[in-house]
């Protein structure tokens, strides 16, 4: 049967770059040896690490000053390492979920953390508006998909401090302009690769700032000196990502992404709309085109497990909510096919003449 993946994370990859990674698995380039038994070091994965970090700068149109960087430990060891290496006295955070607040957490053992505004009031179900950035923090942190609520912020902040985002979940979503960034980090594991590996976009003349001493493996300096290999490297898991960005390269880019994820959320968002027994979770103007939240109406939320049972028997799999919002999220990126959406926005509807009071 035809698996439909809405899984939030690790989550859909598409089939050819899983297909070419199984392939350099067993042999990369037909050199008679995998890409996981190969020096980090030699020529043959010297060009996985350059070619990677060329079709990051192309497709997101990355300026001269950047460098992009493939570490270890995930987006939550961003959250401690960006202080570490950026925070002198204060910095300021945009509070829109349990990852924001994960990252401001960390903030705190460097210095002083300003919450410019929040909205855990509504369980974050939506982007605050109307804030003020301090111009006396060092940089200003948010959050660009809150993957747990569905929410999403579209716009490049004018900020007048160094702007930072933990783009984990929309990163190649659509285009960025990362001028207006410090720095862009992320997990790959959401829409770019499997687990194991952290995408840091990091413009050079924002560190070497701070006081205090960074221990070497915390240092960013450290890994640009060394082109992220001051130590092994997660070789595979940046060997699916350059799968995946030639798989977007082919497709035509972030902007024909974006297209088509626009596409396919409004399929989704127009049908819970419409149909009686559903309703989103997030406010309108912040919806995420990457995490769509819904849940049962009150009077028809008994039927939960059923419609998790209805789905999974379509061949549909990933369809919980975080357990903090309930209900279900379906996770639609840049590797989930439109077809994935329709067959749920159809099994919704033969659901709701089922079950329509
Ligand atoms: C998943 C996620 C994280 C956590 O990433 P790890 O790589 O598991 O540390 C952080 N931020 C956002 C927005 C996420 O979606």
Redesign the pocket.
């Known amino acids: 049967m035809k698996k439909h993946n809405f899984s939030?994370?690790p989550s859909i990859l598409a089939r050819e770059v899983i297909e070419n990674t199984a392939n350099a698995v067993l042999d990369l380039n037909g050199i008679g040896l995998s890409v996981m038994e190969i020096s980090h070091r030699g020529k043959d994965f010297q060009a996985v690490m350059d070619e990677t970090v060329a079709l990051f700068k192309e497709l997101l149109n990355i300026p001269e000053g950047y460098q992009v960087l493939f570490l270890g430990?995930?987006?939550?060891?961003?959250?401690c390492m960006l202080p570490y290496n950026m925070l002198n006295k204060k910095a300021a955070y945009l509070e829109t979920?349990v990852?924001?607040k994960?990252?401001a957490k960390e903030a705190k053992f460097f210095g002083e953390v300003n919450i410019v505004a929040s909205s855990a009031d509504k369980n974050f179900s939506y982007i605050p508006k109307g804030f003020t950035i301090p111009a006396d923090a060092d940089y200003f942190h948010i959050?660009?998909?809150?993957?747990?609520y569905g929410t999403e912020i579209f716009e490049d902040f004018d900020s007048p401090v160094p702007l930072v985002a933990?783009?984990?979940?929309d990163i190649f979503s659509r285009p960025v302009d990362v001028s207006k960034y410090a720095m862009i980090y992320?997990?790959?594991?959401?829409n770019l690769g499997p687990?194991g590996v952290?995408f840091v976009i990091v413009r050079e003349d924002v560190l070497g700032k701070v006081d205090r001493p960074i221990p070497t493996m915390l240092n960013y300096q450290t890994h640009i000196e060394n082109g992220s290999m001051f130590n092994t490297p997660p070789c595979l898991p940046i060997y699916t990502c350059m799968e995946t960005l030639r798989w977007l390269k082919k497709l035509g880019g972030v902007k024909v992404m974006q297209q088509k994820n626009q596409e396919k959320a409004a399929l989704l968002y127009d049908e819970i709309e419409r149909n009686e027994l559903f309703m989103g979770t997030a406010a309108k103007d912040s919806r995420s085109l990457m995490n769509i939240c819904f849940v049962l109406k009150d009077e028809y939320k008994e039927l939960e497990q059923e419609f998790f049972a209805f789905t999974a028997a379509k061949g549909m799999s990933g369809l919980k909510g975080h357990r903090s919002v309930g209900g279900f999220r379906a996770s639609t990126y840049n590797a989930l096919a439109k077809e994935s959406v329709q067959a749920l926005v159809e099994a919704m509807q033969e659901f709701e003449k089922k079950h329509k009071k």
């Open positions: 939030a994370g430990g995930g987006a939550s060891l961003q959250f979920g990852w924001a994960k990252a959050t660009t998909n809150n993957t747990i933990d783009m984990s979940s992320g997990g790959a594991q959401k687990a952290t």
